[in-house]
């Protein structure tokens, strides 16, 4: 498990290239990695490798990247693929099931968003890193799911991790969004 903020980076670029050459070669050179992090600093510690690594995964399916850039985007999907599937081992290593449940759920949600041209993918974010597997999402991403509110998402965010640590991450992620 990695002791800091570097070893995070670190650890997702070394994992990845283990596991596949193509990921070596799709990782950026160190001077043109963006190494920051973005929703793990609302949750804690001990998950921020597994959030960071599902989040590089999901914004090598929707957004720009921070470590990697695949060739094309049949490599930048499995790519993210795998990540997130490295992602939820990382969070069962360190968490529990609901944890795993948690992210699992946010994947598929963040999915069903993008396809459909819905906007809430940053509250749904902020609020599972903020409350990751303590059993409080579920009103949340029902409101989302079934009334395209993301609002409750982002007040669970913001009492849990207060108003700027909640603003600094969702402005973060807008402006690495496609």
Do not use: K
Not at 10 to 25: F, K, P, R
Not at 51 to 71: C, K, M, Q, S, V
Not at 90 to 98: A, H, L, Y
Not at 139 to 166: F, K, Y
């Amino acid at each position: 498990m990695p002791t800091s903020t570097a070893d995070l980076w670190e650890t997702i670029a070394s994992d990845a290239g283990q596991e596949s050459g193509l990921w070596n070669l799709a990782l950026r050179p160190r001077e043109e990695q963006e190494r920051e992090a973005v929703f793990s600093p609302l949750g804690e510690e001990r998950f921020a490798l597994g959030i960071e690594t599902i989040y590089e995964g999901y914004l090598l399916h929707y957004g720009r990247p921070r470590l990697f850039a695949p060739e094309d985007q049949d490599a930048a999907l499995l790519l993210g693929d795998y990540l997130y599937a490295h992602g939820l081992v990382r969070i069962e290593e360190v968490g529990s099931v609901e944890a795993v449940s948690d992210l699992a759920e946010l994947i598929a949600l963040c999915a069903y968003l993008q396809a459909e041209g819905i906007s809430g993918d940053g509250p749904v974010w902020a609020a599972t890193a903020a409350v990751l597997g303590r059993g409080e999402l579920d009103e949340g991403r029902s409101s989302l799911r079934l009334d395209n509110d993301p609002s409750p998402l982002e007040r669970l965010a913001r009492s849990r991790v207060g108003d700027a640590a909640t603003d600094g991450a969702l402005a973060t992620h807008r402006g690495r969004l496609r």
